[in-house]
């Protein structure tokens, strides 16, 4: 009895897998003078975009007077900015990651913070 319930149940995750997976698209973007590119995944049950320029204003943050967006450094091979979204119908999500760089000799030096 037991076999033929599980035959029942891997066929139903089987087929809602395969059902589920129809209606998925991949789009990548090769954004101009970097080796980053874009990339939005789009299905039935929700998506995902992953895009290499993050916007601080998305978080609602104050920037620190004078700091400027950290430039990506081809030596690093990765982008110091990023803008990660998830979502569903359930539930969504954003992550906006930024490096910023200040010439002010009064802000502290963050080697020296105790985390």
């Given at each position: 009895?037991?076999?033929?319930?599980?035959?029942?149940?891997?066929?139903?995750?089987?087929?809602?897998?395969?059902?589920?997976?129809?209606?998925?698209?991949?789009e990548t973007k090769k954004n101009?003078?970097?080796?980053?590119?874009?990339?939005?995944?789009?299905?039935?049950?929700?998506?995902?975009?992953?895009?290499?320029?993050?916007?601080?204003?998305?978080?609602?943050?104050?920037?620190?007077?004078?700091?400027?967006?950290?430039?990506?450094?081809?030596?690093?091979?990765?982008?110091?900015?990023?803008?990660?979204?998830?979502?569903?119908?359930?539930?969504?999500?954003?992550?906006?990651?930024?490096?910023?760089?200040?010439?002010?000799?009064?802000?502290?030096?963050?080697?020296?913070?105790?985390?």
């Amino acid at each position: 009895m037991t076999d033929k319930t599980n035959l029942l149940w891997g066929t139903i995750v089987s087929l809602t897998s395969l059902l589920s997976l129809l209606g998925c698209t991949i789009e990548t973007k090769k954004n101009d003078g970097s080796s980053n590119s874009d990339v939005a995944v789009s299905t039935p049950l929700g998506s995902l975009s992953v895009q290499s320029t993050g916007d601080a204003r998305k978080t609602g943050l104050k920037l620190y007077p004078g700091a400027t967006v950290k430039p990506d450094n081809d030596s690093d091979h990765h982008s110091n900015n990023a803008d990660i979204a998830v979502s569903s119908p359930l539930f969504g999500m954003t992550l906006v990651v930024q490096k910023f760089e200040t010439t002010d000799s009064s802000f502290p030096n963050p080697t020296n913070w105790i985390l």
